[in-house]
């Protein structure tokens, strides 16, 4: 730990999610920042520092309206009519590192365990108990894709798991769509992964905002239990799946289809456990919400295996905005009236013996916002299996782009036109544009959203954040952005790493 230095700290609220201008400027040894987002600084920190009325966001049905998901130019509109406060505080900067990785998701772990495998020293921000991200606490158990050759940091993962006896054994991606893990098990495995690695955790720790100036991010302020501290680090990596520090750091970030900014639609894990005949019975009481009385009713629902007498079930939840507090909020309520609603047409209808065991502590989310990067990943890349000399990265799965306005088993396109070939990302889809200590991967890279939709998956965010882990360390290693790399090297040390890039 290093020794606590000072920083000032000023914060202004600014528009949600449209572009921002911080400033920076050093005085005397204090850092002075013109930051974002008072509100939910003030939810983090205990002051009342705004007061702003509800919107109605939900009528009978409690589905998000389409302003929700607009473009930013709508968010800013709603933005402007609120007030704005500025106020300051003195923030520790408790910890400095050479690579900081924010958002411990599968994308996370994967480049927190590159970077320290190549000699960084590094450090992972986690808002949650554990890592994993939809991996563990959404209950995905489950990698979707190719499972093999997608490079030594997911291998390592694998490894564990199969050493729990918590994973599925491995068959193609041409014979299984998905292999199945324990994600209760998954929890454990990575943080003694990371721990191995002598990663160091920061967990139940936020990321509030980034210092930058000039495209270069000096610290990030993170709260934790102990409240509001600093990161100081060379370089740094977004792995929030919402770009939450590419956006933070005034950097440029889409989201949604482009015509009504609506995302990919959320998913709710929820868990049963098979009873004996006498025990079954319906949980919902008369009288509450409204339950799925026919076949037709029910939204879309996947069964899935989940251990001995146990099923998951999934729940399909869209026009929420995952980058909108009150839309995330809504669509968490959402989704657990809808998981009663379902699950009592099977236990009341279907007269499946089946109680409710746990569901998800948080919603499963596909979309948030994707950052804009040096090269912006298309559809029309993937149908052609595009190949790249700066390649780093390979996804196989098929368009997983399920219609988002709507709650009923509909994709994007047509099924017949959701194949892809196996595609390679590009190195360049990994870099923020204007960004020179930045990297971000996982389901915030760079990308149209049908891209998104077959990328997104765990296995091809694992390689992308293997690759991000690789070009910080050598970053830091040589003194320089990790834009100025040989984008050779990087690629040959992914290959070299276990990294199956062919097409």
Not at 105 to 116: F, K, N, Q
Not at 156 to 179: C, F, G, H, M, S
Not at 268 to 278: C, G, I
Not at 336 to 365: A, F, N, T
Request: proline share 5%; with cysteine; glycine share 8%.
């Amino acid at each position: 730990m290093s020794p606590l230095c000072l920083m000032k700290i000023v914060w202004r609220q600014r528009a949600l999610v449209s572009s921002f201008e911080p400033g920076l400027a050093a005085r005397r040894g204090l850092l002075v920042y013109c930051g974002k987002r008072a509100a939910t600084l003030g939810a983090l920190f205990g002051e009342d520092i705004m007061h702003s009325s509800r919107r109605d966001f939900f009528k009978t049905t409690g589905l998000c309206a389409a302003a929700l998901a607009a473009p930013a130019a709508a968010d800013r509109d709603e933005t402007a009519k609120h007030p704005e406060i500025a106020w300051s505080r003195k923030v520790p900067v408790r910890y400095e590192t050479d690579v900081a990785v924010v958002g411990g998701g599968i994308a996370g772990v994967c480049a927190a365990l590159a970077a320290a495998k190549s000699g960084a020293r590094v450090m992972l921000v986690e808002r949650f108990a554990v890592c994993g991200g939809n991996a563990t606490i959404g209950g995905v158990g489950a990698f979707c894709g190719e499972t093999s050759g997608q490079g030594e940091a997911f291998d390592a993962i694998v490894a564990d798991l199969e050493t729990w006896n918590a994973i599925a054994p491995y068959q193609p991606y041409e014979e299984k769509e998905a292999r199945v893990f324990d994600h209760e098990i998954l929890a454990i495995v990575l943080q003694e992964i990371l721990l191995r690695r002598k990663v160091k955790l920061l967990l139940h720790t936020g990321f509030v905002d980034a210092l930058e100036k000039r495209g270069r991010i000096s610290e990030c302020v993170v709260c934790g239990p102990s409240g509001p501290e600093a990161l100081r680090a060379k370089q740094f990596i977004d792995c929030t799946g919402e770009a939450m520090l590419v956006r933070m750091a005034g950097f440029d970030t889409v989201k949604g289809r482009p015509e009504d900014g609506y995302q990919l639609p959320m998913s709710l894990m929820y868990f049963v456990r098979h009873v004996a005949e006498e025990d079954a019975r319906p949980q919902l009481p008369e009288g509450w919400l409204n339950p799925v009385r026919t076949k037709d009713e029910l939204p879309m629902s996947s069964i899935w295996p989940n251990g001995p007498r146990a099923n998951a079930l999934k729940l399909k939840v869209p026009m929420f905005d995952a980058t909108d507090t009150e839309s995330l909020t809504d669509a968490e309520i959402q989704a657990r009236r809808r998981m009663m609603e379902v699950l009592d047409y099977y236990q009341r209808v279907e007269k499946r013996p089946w109680l409710l065991d746990h569901c998800s502590p948080r919603i499963g989310i596909r979309e948030g916002c994707r950052m804009v990067g040096d090269y912006v990943l298309q559809l029309d890349d993937l149908r052609a299996a595009r190949t790249f000399d700066d390649a780093i990265a390979r996804g196989v799965f098929y368009l997983d782009g399920h219609k988002p306005d709507d709650e009923k088993r509909t994709y994007i396109i047509p099924e017949e036109q959701r194949w892809v070939p196996p595609y390679q990302i590009p190195f360049r889809s990994l870099l923020p544009r204007g960004a020179r200590n930045l990297l971000g991967a996982g389901r915030c890279f760079s990308a149209d959203q049908l891209a998104l939709s077959s990328a997104r998956v765990m296995t091809t965010c694992s390689m992308m954040g293997q690759a991000a882990g690789i070009a910080a360390a050598m970053a830091v290693e040589a003194g320089c952005d990790p834009r100025d790399l040989e984008y050779t090297a990087i690629r040959k040390t992914v290959v070299d790493r276990g990294a199956r890039l062919d097409v």
